[in-house]
């Protein structure tokens, strides 16, 4: 089995340190950077399979690493913060981050968290990467949406929203089981998350589509049917 890399950008050394052992006896092969700039180049040479990634770091701050990374890659990316505020949440989440931890954290929820977006993503990158349908492309294999030929910009979350209903046609689904099969079992956020993320979704691909909808069933939940294939 392939050791998976784990890449922590923090600049507290002690921070560092801690998820370095932890991960180490979790069998990650773990590097580190201290600031911004070496976090960046230290994910091109490191090629991790998961990053763990402070907010608060000098040189680029962790929103413009996240940035960067999001440019090439779509692995998981935790972000470590001290603030508690719903505004740090949401800006990384819309960043493209797959988790975040409020500091001070338990390194044994971390790694719970890590094990958590790494299956998230893993589900993903399977066997079928590419879905089709008339005037839609969802490929996921390089996270990407096309409408009516067009490439369509959204965050990844957006875009697993879509591939999960998009692969499961004319099934209903809850926001409980969509919140836990895209966000994890442990989110603690608002379940109007799911209905936010479906709005957003609906705007960016419009409605003029008559062989497929991204349907609410009211008091149930959400599907993607199809009617002409």
């Not at 402070?54 to 913060?81: A, F, K, N, Y």
């Not at 959204?154 to 004319?170: D, F, G, R, S, V």
């Amino acid at each position: 089995m392939k050791q998976l890399r784990l890449l922590v950008i923090d600049d507290d050394p002690n921070i560092c340190e801690l998820i370095r052992l932890y991960g180490e006896k979790a069998g990650y092969d773990v590097t580190h950077a201290n600031d911004g700039l070496k976090g960046v180049d230290a994910f091109f040479e490191f090629s991790p399979d998961l990053v763990v990634l402070d907010i608060m770091l000098p040189g680029l701050s962790g929103w413009e690493v996240c940035q960067e990374i999001r440019h090439e890659s779509q692995i998981p990316i935790i972000m470590l913060t001290g603030k508690g505020e719903s505004y740090d949440k949401i800006k990384g989440l819309d960043l493209g981050a797959d988790d975040y931890v409020v500091k001070p954290f338990d390194p044994k929820e971390l790694l719970a968290r890590m094990k958590a977006v790494l299956r998230r993503y893993n589900i993903f990158n399977g066997e079928q990467d590419v879905l089709s349908f008339s005037g839609l492309i969802i490929d996921m294999k390089q996270y990407k949406i096309e409408s009516q030929d067009e490439q369509i910009t959204m965050p990844p979350k957006e875009i697993e929203l879509l591939y999960y209903l998009a692969n499961h046609t004319n099934r209903v689904f809850t926001r409980q089981q969509l919140l836990d099969q895209i966000w994890g079992y442990d989110f603690e956020g608002d379940p109007r998350t799911v209905d936010v993320h479906i709005k957003r979704i609906r705007e960016k691909l419009g409605k003029d589509n008559p062989n497929w909808e991204l349907k609410t069933l009211r008091g149930i939940g959400y599907k993607f049917e199809v009617t002409n294939p």
